[in-house]
């Protein structure tokens, strides 16, 4: 297929210098909504239309799933747009729908299926899955090619045991959280635990090297890799086998890389090797061959993951053949920018002119100035919420031009996401959020529901089942089935089994203490239901459960982001019983879960409805939205805590910021709140100070009150249940032979009968109706049972 003459005509020149470059390497800097990563796909485009080249010889690296399914259904497009034009000489766009479909069907056949573009995780372990069984590490360890991918949590309780079973260390000294962050550190730059260990100056990183080697001796032993191993084995790979780099090399002969500020050593290695024949030595033959990459130093966010943008800056260097000049061979800048009004544009230029680590570049509006930027000022968090959920259902309700689509809400963290989704939930609006769960699917949130609603009603069984175990408390699956099984060969259900301590001992085998302490925390809590607040209720269920100290022994960011989500549960707990205390009705747990379960139980979305976004800024990269809004701005929240002392963290949250402010096209509103329920109450909140970084001239400030609240504190929370275990009988060395209906005596329990028998042979046990005591399951060994005749 040729391209038509109108292909290149949506470039500007340098998009179109940058697009039609052929071979060598080829940078591309310049700020946000500039055209970069339209070169970029427009650049697939060209090489496969106009220098036949074929798909299956180009690695595209997107920096996330969604941005390579994007970047994919954008080509698709353009190759229907090609044929459209070719074969019906009419535009795709006007074509019967059944047409569209065709075109876009036969696209994704010849050129979509075969390239490969993707994420650089989901693109090396493709790798991996062919060539792993050809690696070979410093000590001789292999993996083969059906290994699992150790998540982060997998991956952290790996460490700690290494750290506190293997190596017997002071967890405090070798904090498995620290430790597993060095290791994560050493691999993205590239480092194997020889090498690690050879560059460590003292103890400490001695023994960190010596837990590396641990480590990747377990991954070995399990056939496992962690994410960071993703990158970093296939790197090494390349290095060692020449044949297998050999043949990865003729495959791809065109690599393209979109945000590559944020590239860190390893990943940087490994394109460096794709992209040069002769390992090391820079001896460089680009003969139908080309190295692109695309990026914006201002937007580089990732450094808590290494990536580092001094990457970027140097690629000219790096790859360039030496003969430059004037550098501009190997560059092109873009200088214009299509996607923000003016006013949006020049309030994220003077953001980032704060930053003082930076290359100063010009980035020129195109479009007209737009109106005002909104700065709103909230009492607390739940007046912004309101505001944003009140101006978008105004915005899309006033303005033909927006769906539910148009609009994003872009936050610092993401347990800030919950009173949004309350109300968006309220009013039906229909809403996604990107890169992560719903706040009500999250796990941590469907299994503190879970305590919530088993102690609310303790019949069902199914909340019970979830979290019985969970967190771990010794409880086994074969126990669990027993328990379960027993309850529905009685006809009863699961609760008043373990609600009697005899039954559970003897059911239960060693776990019988573990079950009885979980009962035990399900009963105290129903006790109080009637009579304690709800926060209060909330809190000590949480507590009690030993949820968040699981969750701090664990120790990862992961566990740290759930933590974070369990406390926006409890604020929405005090959020609710506050509401409902100013209108005096009465404040229940039960109610308090009907709230949440209409919040959950809402109609998922169809794939293609259009929904407000929801999103971290982090997961924001890449993305535009006709209208943003840009929420908690506060000291503390955003910039965060923990960059505030670090001039370099800060300068980081700053990009942040500005990414965040570049993804809007028509319109931007941020907000702040002057109070935030911060770990169950309520904490002043300072104005960010990016705020006052922003050309007033360009703001326009708005104020909301709200009056009338009640200060709610956790105070302590209720001490964890002290229960005792129930300690066994005697054994009794008789085997009878019981059936249904044999009267009995128990030496405690006094007359009954036996209404069922759980499974024959030596671990016989029957349930029994006491006189008085309704229905007990009990071990006849153990128990003393002896039959009245
Ligand atoms: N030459 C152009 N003419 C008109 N619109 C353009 C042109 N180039 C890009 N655009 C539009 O501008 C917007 C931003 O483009 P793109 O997403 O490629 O920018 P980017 O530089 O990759 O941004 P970011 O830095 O945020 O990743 C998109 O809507 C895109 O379609
Ligand atoms: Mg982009």
Request: glycine content about 6%.
């Amino acid at each position: 297929m040729k391209p038509t003459s109108n292909f290149l005509s949506h470039l500007n020149p340098s998009q179109r210098r940058a697009v039609e470059h052929f071979c060598g390497p080829l940078l591309v800097v310049a700020g946000a909504g500039s055209g970069k990563t339209r070169a970029l796909t427009y650049r697939i485009a060209n090489l496969i239309l106009q220098h036949k080249v074929d798909p299956e010889n180009i690695l595209a690296v997107t920096f996330t799933n969604k941005a390579a399914r994007e970047m994919k259904e954008r080509i698709q497009k353009l190759f229907a747009e090609q044929m459209a034009m070719q074969e019906y000489g009419e535009k795709y766009d006007l074509l019967p729908e059944f047409d569209q479909g065709k075109l876009r069907s036969r696209v994704y056949r010849t050129v979509i299926k075969d390239m490969w573009c993707g994420t650089f995780h989901s693109l090396f372990s493709r790798i991996l899955r062919l060539d792993i069984d050809k690696y070979v590490d410093e000590n001789g360890r292999k993996w083969e090619k059906n290994f699992s991918i150790f998540d982060d949590s997998d991956a952290q309780s790996l460490v700690k045991e290494i750290v506190t079973k293997q190596m017997n260390l002071d967890d405090k000294k070798f904090d498995p959280k620290s430790v597993r962050y060095a290791i994560g550190n050493a691999k993205n730059q590239g480092f194997s635990p020889k090498e690690f260990a050879i560059e460590q100056p003292n103890y400490r990183g001695k023994i960190i090297a010596e837990v590396y080697s641990a480590y990747q001796d377990k991954l070995a032993g399990n056939n496992a890799l962690d994410f960071d191993d993703l990158i970093l084995i296939p790197t090494r790979l390349f290095q060692q086998n020449e044949k297998v780099l050999d043949y990865w090399h003729r495959k791809f002969h065109h690599i393209l890389v979109d945000e590559y500020q944020d590239t860190n050593r390893t990943q940087y290695e490994i394109i460096r090797l794709l992209s040069t024949n002769d390992e090391g030595k820079k001896s460089w033959n680009w003969d139908n061959r080309s190295t692109f990459v695309v990026g914006d130093a201002d937007q580089s966010i990732y450094s808590f993951r290494q990536a580092d943008f001094t990457i970027l800056l140097g690629f000219q260097d790096e790859f360039g053949d030496g003969l430059e000049d004037d550098n501009t061979r190997t560059m092109v800048k873009l200088e214009e920018n299509y996607r923000s009004c003016e006013n949006i544009l020049e309030v994220a230029n003077q953001l980032i002119e704060n930053n003082t680590q930076r290359i100063d570049k010009i980035l020129k509006p195109t479009r007209a100035a737009g109106e005002e930027i909104c700065l709103f000022k909230a009492d607390d968090e739940v007046v912004e919420a309101d505001f944003v959920i009140n101006q978008i259902r105004k915005l899309e309700e006033e303005n033909p031009d927006l769906d539910w689509g148009s609009f994003s809400i872009l936050y610092r963290t993401n347990a800030q996401s919950r009173p949004f989704e309350d109300l968006l939930v309220k009013y039906q609006v229909p809403y996604n959020v990107v890169g992560g769960f719903r706040f009500y699917d999250r796990k941590e949130i469907k299994d503190i529901l879970a305590y919530l609603k088993a102690i609310q009603n303790p019949s069902d069984a199914v909340n019970i089942q979830r979290i019985i175990n969970t967190p771990r408390r010794g409880i086994g699956k074969s126990t669990i089935d027993t328990l379960v099984r027993a309850s529905q060969e009685l006809g009863t259900n699961l609760w008043e089994i373990l609600n009697d301590e005899t039954s559970v001992n003897t059911l239960a085998g060693r776990a019988a203490k573990s079950v009885n302490n979980f009962a035990g925390i399900i009963k105290k809590w129903q006790a109080e239901i009637e009579t304690m607040p709800v926060t209060e209720l909330v809190a000590g269920i949480i507590e009690d459960s030993g949820y968040v100290q699981d969750l701090h022994t664990q120790g990862t960011d992961e566990a740290e982001d759930r933590i974070q989500n369990i406390q926006a549960l409890y604020n929405a707990v005090s959020e609710f019983q506050e509401e409902n205390q100013e209108n005096e009705e009465s404040v229940t747990l039960q109610k308090f879960l009907e709230k949440t379960s209409l919040s959950s139980d809402l109609d998922k979305l169809k794939e293609g409805d259009a929904a407000v976004s929801l999103m971290t800024l982090h997961a924001s990269k890449g993305l535009e939205f006709p209208v943003v809004f840009l929420v908690g701005l506060e000291q503390g929240l955003f910039p965060n805590y923990r960059s505030m002392q670090d001039p370099a963290a800060l300068e980081e949250e700053r990009r942040l910021c500005y990414v965040g402010i570049t993804r809007a096209q028509e319109r931007l509103f941020i907000s702040h709140a002057r109070e935030r329920r911060l770990y169950g109450s309520r904490e002043p909140a300072m104005r960010s100070q990016f705020l006052d970084e922003l050309p007033e001239d360009l703001v326009a400030n708005h104020h909301q009150t709200r009056q009338g609240y009640v200060k709610i504190s956790t105070g302590s929370l209720p001490k964890r249940s002290d229960r005792n275990a129930f300690t066994s009988n005697t054994q009794s060395d008789v085997i009878q032979n019981w059936q249904v209906g044999d009267a009995v005596i128990h030496k405690t329990f006094g007359e009954g009968e036996i209404t069922h028998v759980f499974d024959a042979g030596s671990k016989t046990s029957v349930a029994i109706k006491f006189t008085n005591l309704g229905t007990k399951i009990i071990d006849p060994r153990v128990a003393q049972l002896q039959k009245i005749n």
